[in-house]
């Protein structure tokens, strides 16, 4: 009979971690809960008041349309900005549904009408509630490009306003263009909202 004792082995963090999401998964999917997202009935549309506004001399156009590639109504931002001025897109008067307890996140897609706007503008996303601000940098393309953010509403509190800036990046140029903004409003899955601790 040996003697020999049996070493134990030592789970790492990670492999624990990966383990309870394989079995979290498992049991989500097993219950109808899937990893896909959700879809929300809560957008940008929704919001019963929209329109333009500038810091400076510039004009704009706010419009719901159809646009083809993402194949359904957006907003559709036409804008000429002189001598460096902001601009931007902003919404407000949202369903009174998209609160801390039905809301998580945005996914917000963002996309120009021509390659050259690229280097010429900047794009953030501001969530303003009646206690701050939460910002969000997005990355502008000629193909629709989007980003997802949970929504901090302890710090913003109650919903009053998205907005959307586009900043000048050569102050001394006149620019004209025409971008795409699209968001929704969207409640994580429970292994998404894992995911996002």
């Avoid at 949970?150 to 102050?171: H, Q, R, T, Y």
Wanted: charged fraction near 25%; aromatic fraction near 10%.
């Amino acid at each position: 009979m040996s003697n020999k004792k049996r070493s134990r082995r030592t789970l790492s963090p990670s492999y624990i971690l990966i383990q309870t999401f394989a079995i979290l998964s498992a049991l989500f999917i097993s219950t109808g809960v899937i990893f896909a997202e959700e879809q929300t009935s809560f957008s940008i549309l929704d919001a019963q008041e929209k329109g333009f506004f500038n810091m400076g001399p510039a004009l704009g156009d706010v419009v719901s349309a159809k646009e083809e590639s993402a194949n359904k109504e957006v907003l559709k931002f036409d804008y000429t900005i002189f001598n460096g001025a902001l601009v931007g897109v902003w919404t407000k008067s949202f369903p009174s549904d998209i609160r801390s307890d039905m809301v998580d996140a945005v996914r917000v897609g963002l996309k120009a009408s021509n390659p050259e706007q690229l280097k010429q503008v900047s794009v953030k996303l501001e969530i303003k509630g009646n206690l701050a601000m939460q910002s969000v940098r997005l990355r502008l393309g000629s193909e629709w490009s989007y980003a997802e953010e949970a929504v901090d509403w302890n710090k913003i509190g109650p919903l009053k306003e998205v907005v959307f800036v586009v900043s000048p990046m050569d102050a001394s140029k006149r620019l004209d263009g025409i971008l795409y903004f699209d968001l929704n409003f969207k409640r994580l899955t429970p292994l998404q909202n894992i995911l996002h601790l």
